[in-house]
T-cell receptor, first 115, second 110 residues
Framework: DAGVIQSPRHEVTEMGQEVTLRCKPI?????LFWYRQTMMRGLELLIY????????DSGMPEDRFSAKMPNASFSTLKIQPSEPRDSAVYFC?????????????FGPGTRLLVL | QKEVEQNSGPLSVPEGAIASLNCTYS??????FFWYRQYSGKSPELIMS????GDKEDGRFTAQLNKASQYVSLLIRDSQPSDSATYLC??????????FGKGTRLHILP
């Protein structure tokens, strides 16, 4: 099993540019989570999907952030326009059914730097 | 009040000793508790979960839960240099989300 796959692994962009992060969850997992991690705020849940449907997006910081899951094997997190304060590591994670069981498998993360 | 609180550390422990990591949470309704380990530059990985009061042991790791005190801990026996990492406490919230603490950095001294 390849695990959760994220791309790109690193992204450097300029303020105002659009950024798209991609995630392929583990096959068979029906929950997908997007997190953001910074030193100041720790690991924050942005949004999660169940069976491709967004369930809770209350963690999305503002309208500049959007996420989609067009099918069971692909999700995107888009930031438009990007700002320096968006610089962070963005993790995608997936789990099977009982997400409250906490056994979420994390991808390697995308390290985003907005200049 | 922060929902999940941990001492940021670093916590330095001699090799072979017991490392004790602590976590408190604010939601009395929480039912599920987890410990994730995160090596520097890597992603978190689940190492322990606990759902009922008391102790749960898995190899060198023991998770302890006290719901009355809203306290969960992780003990690592016979600490090894490879245990040096950040340990994240996670708790399910009343709206069915997993809330992570900011983590405790653990440093095992050879």
């Amino acid at each position: 099993d390849a695990g959760v796959i994220q791309s790109p692994r690193h992204e450097v962009t300029e303020m105002g540019q659009e950024v798209t992060l991609r995630c392929k969850p583990i096959s068979g997992h029906d929950y997908l989570f997007w997190y953001r991690q910074t030193m100041m705020r720790g690991l924050e849940l942005l949004i999660y999907f169940n069976n491709n449907v967004p369930i809770d997006d209350s963690g999305m910081p503002e309208d500049r952030f959007s996420a989609k899951m067009p099918n069971a094997s692909f999700s995107t997190l888009k930031i438009q326009p990007s700002e320096p304060r968006d610089s962070a590591v963005y993790f995608c994670a997936s789990s099977f059914s009982d997400h409250l069981g906490g056994n979420q498998y994390f991808g390697p993360g995308t390290r985003l730097l907005v200049l | 009040q922060k929902e999940v609180e941990q001492n940021s550390g670093p916590l330095s422990v001699p090799e072979g000793a017991i490392a004790s990591l602590n976590c408190t949470y604010s939601d009395r309704g929480s039912q599920s508790f987890f410990w994730y380990r995160q090596y520097s530059g890597k992603s978190p990985e689940l190492i322990m979960s606990i759902y009922s009061n008391g102790d749960k042991e898995d190899g060198r790791f023991t998770a302890q839960l006290n719901k009355a005190s809203q306290y969960v801990s992780l003990l690592i026996r016979d600490s090894q240099p490879s245990d040096s990492a950040t340990y994240l406490c996670a708790v399910n919230s009343r709206d069915d989300k997993i809330i992570f603490g900011k983590g405790t950095r653990l440093h095992i001294l050879p």
